[in-house]
Structures are given as C-alpha cells and as structure tokens.
C-alpha cells in the first residue's frame, strides 16, 4: 500500500486555501475573517460542503468548534485531531490557521485515497476564535474544549460593539443548523496542528518543515487610565488630567523597561483607544492593550510582575487600573511525538529542524489534554498577521505530506 | 422707556438652557449633540419653534447657519448679530455655544418687551458645526459666512465614517425645509458673541462679566505614523515597525519641547486612532491630531515650525506625515466695542474685568469682517467640554442683561 502523503495533490491544497481565502477577501490580498462573523460563517458552511463531497461527517460543539469526521474502523476508539482555525485577523492572511485546517482536510483525501480505514477516526478541526481580535482573549475554542475556561465564561464575552459571543454563536449555529452538534470535549488520541512559521527561520535557512518544540509563554494585559476631559484651549497644564499623556509615557516607559539587547522579548501595544477622542479635547480615558512573550518562563514571569508599578509610575496625576487577562507560561510539546513527527519526515527525506513556536496556538490548550505536536511551514520573511502573508505551494504540500503519514500512524496506534 | 435688560428673565433664560439640554442629552448630565447629527437637528427645529412663537423670522443659509431675526425699522440698515452654537463636544456640557444662542435670544425677547423697535434688525445666530468634533476643522459655518473658508471646501469635508458635510447638510436640511434660505454673508453691523469662559477667573476672582480682550492664537496638526503590522508573538523588535511605538514617542518629545514653566502654552493630543487596533498585531498605522495654542503669536509660530522636525526625529523605523491643518494667529478685539461692552455694564453696576479667551470661537471669523466683540459669564471650575460643565442662572442673567442693552445700542446706531 503506497503511503497516503503519495495521495496528497500540492494542487489541491493550493486551491482549497485560495477559494477560502475569498471568504473576507479583502482588497490588498490578504483576509479579513474575524470569529464569528458572517464571513467565518461562510467559510465553515464551505468546509462541512466540502467535507461531506469527501464523505466526511461534519459536527460542531456548543463552543462553535467545527469537526469534520473521517471514520475509523474501531468506533470505540479515541480520535485523533488535527486542524486550526479559519477566523483571521482584521488585517490578516490567507493562510495563518487556514493552512492548518485545510492541511489536515487534505491529510483526510490523501488517507481516504490511499484505501486503507484507519483503526481511530481522524477529526479535522477548526477551533473558534484563535485570533483574540474580535472578541478577546483568543483561543476560545480550543480552551473550552480542554476545559481551561468554562463555556458560560468564554460565551459572555464581548467584542468592541457589546456583541457577546454567545449572542454572535446563536446567529451562526442558526446558518449552520443543519451540522450535527456533538458533545463538548471528550477524549482525544492526539492532535497534530499545522501552521505556518510566522517567523523567518526556515525560509533563511531553507528547511520545508519545522518540528516545534513548545510556546513561548505569554502574558497580556489591559491597561485604563483615567484622566478628565477637558477645553484644549483653556484648560491649563497643570490643572489637567490627561489620560493620553500619560499612556502615552507607559508605553514608553514600558518600551524601554523591557528592551533586551538579545532582542528575544516581544512587546507589543496593538491596541490603544482613547475617549472621547476628539481634537480640542483632553483625553478622558486611555486604554491599552499589553501582549508580552518571552520563551523562558522566569524572565516572562518577571517582566510580567513589572507592569503595574510601571503603569502606575508613569501615571502622573491620572488613575490607572492594570488588570492581567492571561498568564500562559512557556511548554514544550513531549519528546516522543516530537520524535515520531522527525521520523516521518526523515522517511519522506524531507529537511526539517526544530524549532520554537514564538506565537501562541490553539494546540496549547489541547497539549494539557492528549499528546500533542505541531508542524511549521515556512512564510515569505515571516510576515504574518497582514494581508501580504504568503507561503509556496512546494512548502504547504511538504508539511501536509509529513502530516498525512504522521496522522495515519497514530490512527493506527 | 426701561432698558431691556430689566425685561432679562434669569428663569426663563435657565428653563431654555435646560429644555435644549434635552436634544443629546447624556446619562452623565452632559449634551452630545454633535454637528449635523439628528439631535443638531433637533434642536434647530426648536429654536425655530421659539423663534416663531416670539414673532422672530428664522432663515438658514447655505452653510447651515440658522438666524432668527428680530426686525428693525430701517430694512435698509445693516444688521447686528449675535450668537454662538448649538453643536457639541460628544462629551460636552450644557453651556458651551448654546449660551450665547440662547442669551441672544433672551436679549431679542427682552427688547421686544421693553417695547421698543431698533433702527437696525437682531439676528440671533446658530452657527454650524464650531465644534470641530465631527467634521475637522471647527467653526465650518462662521469660516464659510465671513468668506474665510469656501463653501465647496466645507462640504466635502467628512467625518469618520466617511459622510460628508454636504450630505449631513443635505439631510438637515430636509428636515428643515420649511425655513427659508437666506444668501450666504452679507453686511454686518456688528456682532457679540456671549459665551462661559471655560477658564477659571471670572470664578475664581467673583467677576459675572468678563469683557474679552481678544483669542489667542491656535495651530493644528493631523500627524499620520505608517509601520507595518506584524505578529506579536513571532516578530522581532529590531525588525519591527511598530507605529504606535513611534507615535507615542512623538507626543511624548512634543510635550517634553512645549513644556513651560509659566504654563500658558496649551498642547492637546486629543484625537489618536491606531490601525488595526488588535491586541496582537503590531501597529501599521497611528493618526493623532496635534492641538497647540499661546497668545503670543511669535510663540505660537516658533513652536509650530517645530512639529515636523520633532515628529521626524522619533519617528524610528516608520515613517511619519505632518499636515497643518488650520494656523490662526492670535487677535485682539477693536478696543472702541470692548469700550461700549464695558460702559454698558458700568450702568448696570455688573462689576467685570477684561480678560482674553484662551478658547476659539465663531467670533474670530466675524473679527475679519466686523466690528466684534465678546463676553464671558463664570463656568464652575472652568471646566468646560465636559459634562459636569456648569454655570449658574444669576451669572448667566448678568451676561445676557449686559448683551440686551449693548445689541440694542449697536442696533440703534
């Protein structure tokens, strides 16, 4: 029997992103598909249409997950999981989280053609809302289903209209009512996560796949100052509050604290809106968000127990409340999976390298539940999060071949 | 014959103040009642209401100015005007511009009581959009009235959901089809202009009347920041092009170079929008508004030619856009007016003082076309643009009996 990455068509992947990348295409080439929107909705009813044209079983879970089932021929059997997710970014990509769905969808044909019935189903998977954009904090999807955050928690939170996200879950189990709901959770074999680098290092150094060793942890908070509004014109300097002044000067502050020479930490203010936001106004209110990485979990920690003498150092004679949203520390996926993945590729005489994983992924969730791996692709210059993301269908189709064998044979175990 | 400063109803003037508090009115006690919004019109619509059940003709120009006339005997003689605005800051009070609409209208109300029929008509005057909130710059209506700014020019200019002047004005004027067009501009006798201070003096030192000497000088700026975005967790700091890193490190190296001693240079980062605004995307782009003031021009001008370069200078790996927007110098009100104001007030034994305006008003545009003066009535605090904004009836009524008595005298010239 040949192996089922022999089935594996670099055309069809390629399609298949491309016609789901027009699912919130937007004008500069790249996607905008955020969680739960309408676009998200289209995206998953092509999928289950897809899925089902393959023979798949399509399901979702009260947490807005979707699954697409290839039957295994032990019923009694845990699955195996692979995918990602297909909400993007406002600014987003074709192929952050897409890559990582279609991957595995593409993984299912190959091992559907290739004849042979697995002993363990093999679930595709696309989380709900990995990204954070729209409704914060990200990964909700993929932490209900490990149950690291209760549903009731993750479907009352709000995007920046009051929309909660059960409210947005309810109009999209509406448009895909038709799709099976199966229980929350449950057992799981293992899960494979493809994805896309984001970083430079195996485009520079020319390997199709990466193995990753872990995620670097990560911390983010939300920052509020409160000033006064008041008459640009007429208020003086020393009577004001103003809330921009003094954001303005955490940030900076901030910058500048945690400025490694190594360059090894990411720090990042994506978003910073100020109320009432008018010219001739002083600002009222400032609120900003902090995204803070860093792969060795004492140094995180450390810097992370900085930020609020920090914010309130520079807060001058405005209030500040610095409120921490997540605390997710450094991981590394186990050895023995890792070790498996390696093989795999070195059967296909596919170049690989270890490496880290500087973003955060739905995988980290399901790595507290069932042994977990994920596999890299590379990306032009790392870019990512921004429309002009891109990746080479030679390096897509390498890691799904990889993924494909890997996925069979812990279907097998 | 009585003064009509003694026919000046402090209730009626306060009740009037209240009732158009209504039209946006805010939870906090506030008005948000932006420029050519719904509630704008409304509050039109009910001026003209007053106007009407007064015997006043309301007409409106085609810059969205409204004016309600209170006839001469001399139809050939130029008029006086007087008023101010009803548009709000989105977090503004209740006072600022709707007094001086409304104290003129008071004043109109008091001359027609005391009986008597000027040479010259009253117009009390509603001037569009002074506020800037909306649609940048402010005091749109008055520019385009005294032929500073051109009609065409006003009209197209948007607000940030893209809706222009022109079309806003369009809808209004719709809803006020049943006042008639009056041509734009014309021949001024004189105009006064009441209005709260929006300081802290006249409060502080227990003068109600404050004779205004002249405006101080105003330059602004919109600053456009372009990096790139990025992922938080995957990009490097060294190759970064974080806008809102460079952005904030502008305003702060802008407050650091206005900041002086004696406190009379007023610098405002009102307006800050960051694109895409997610928490885990590296900012593409920053737009902030830079709002600068001091009465002495030679100041003003020297700190204003300083912008570009400081923008530049921290502008790091992005690249930055500086445009002025608007470069009014300061000015100084014909002293022979202000005599008038304060004889008047001696009369009325209303004790006042002179004192400039550190705010822009609608009357900077009339300056350049007719004799103009100001007066200011206590606000608490001197705050202003602001909810909690406040003034009380007794000094309001003192305002508005000074500026009955002068509109009458001009009125009889």
């Given at each position: 029997m040949a192996a089922p990455s022999s089935f594996v068509s670099a055309q069809r992947l390629w399609d298949s992103l491309q016609a789901m990348a027009r699912?919130?295409?937007?004008a500069a080439g790249g996607v905008?598909?955020?969680?739960?929107?309408?676009?998200?909705?289209?995206a998953?009813?092509?999928?289950?249409r897809w899925g089902q044209a393959t023979g798949m079983l399509a399901s979702r879970d009260a947490a807005g997950n979707l699954f697409l089932?290839?039957?295994?021929?032990?019923?009694?059997?845990?699955?195996?999981?692979?995918?990602?997710?297909?909400?993007?970014?406002?600014?987003?990509?074709?192929?952050?989280?897409?890559?990582?769905?279609?991957?595995?969808?593409?993984?299912?044909?190959?091992?559907?053609?290739?004849?042979?019935?697995p002993r363990r189903a093999i679930d595709v998977v696309a989380w709900m809302n990995e990204e954070g954009s729209r409704f914060a904090p990200g990964m909700m999807g993929s932490a209900v289903f490990a149950g690291d955050r209760p549903l009731d928690a993750v479907l009352a939170a709000q995007d920046a209209q009051g929309v909660r996200v059960g409210e947005a879950l309810a109009v999209q189990q509406q448009s895909l009512a038709h799709v099976p709901l199966r229980p929350l959770g449950g057992a799981v074999h293992a899960f494979v996560e493809a994805h896309i680098e984001q970083g430079p290092v195996?485009?520079?150094?020319?390997?199709?796949?990466?193995?990753?060793?872990?995620?670097?942890?990560?911390?983010?908070?939300?920052v509020e100052v409160t000033g006064e509004a008041a008459h640009a014109g007429t208020s003086?300097?020393?009577?004001?509050?103003?809330?921009?002044?003094?954001?303005?000067?955490?940030?900076?502050?901030?910058?500048?604290?945690?400025?490694?020479?190594?360059?090894?930490?990411?720090?990042?203010?994506?978003?910073?809106?100020?109320?009432?936001?008018?010219?001739?106004?002083?600002?009222?209110?400032?609120v900003f968000s902090i995204d803070l990485r860093h792969p060795d979990t004492a140094r995180l920690r450390a810097m992370s127990a900085q930020v609020e003498h920090l914010c309130a150092a520079a807060r001058g004679p405005c209030a500040v409340n610095v409120q921490r949203l997540s605390a997710a520390d450094s991981l590394e996926f186990p050895e023995a999976l890792r070790q498996r993945a390696r093989a795999v590729a070195d059967r296909l005489a596919t170049p690989w390298r270890d490496l880290p994983s500087a973003a955060g992924h739905d995988a980290r969730y399901l790595h507290a539940v069932t042994p977990t791996a994920m596999l890299f692709v590379?990306?032009?210059?790392?870019?990512?999060?921004?429309?002009?993301?891109?990746?080479?269908?030679?390096?897509?189709?390498?890691?799904t071949r990889v993924l494909a064998d890997l996925l069979l044979e812990l279907a097998n175990d």
């Open positions: 699912f919130g295409a937007t905008n598909r955020q969680a739960l929107s309408a676009e998200d909705t289209a998953q009813a092509e999928l289950v089932r290839l039957p295994g021929s032990d019923a009694s059997a845990s699955p195996v999981l692979s995918g990602s997710h297909l909400d993007s970014q406002p600014t987003g990509g074709k192929f952050d989280g897409a890559y990582g769905v279609l991957a595995a969808f593409e993984a299912a044909r190959a091992i559907r053609a290739a004849g042979v019935v195996l485009e520079r150094e020319g390997y199709p796949v990466g193995i990753v060793s872990g995620i670097q942890g990560k911390h983010t908070f939300r003086q300097r020393s009577e004001r509050k103003d809330a921009l002044l003094a954001a303005t000067a955490m940030v900076q502050s901030l910058a500048a604290a945690f400025h490694d020479v190594e360059d090894i930490t990411k720090f990042t203010i994506g978003r910073f809106e100020v109320l009432p936001n008018a010219p001739s106004v002083v600002a009222a209110r400032v590379p990306c032009h210059l790392g870019l990512t999060h921004n429309e002009a993301e891109s990746a080479t269908p030679s390096d897509l189709a390498a890691g």
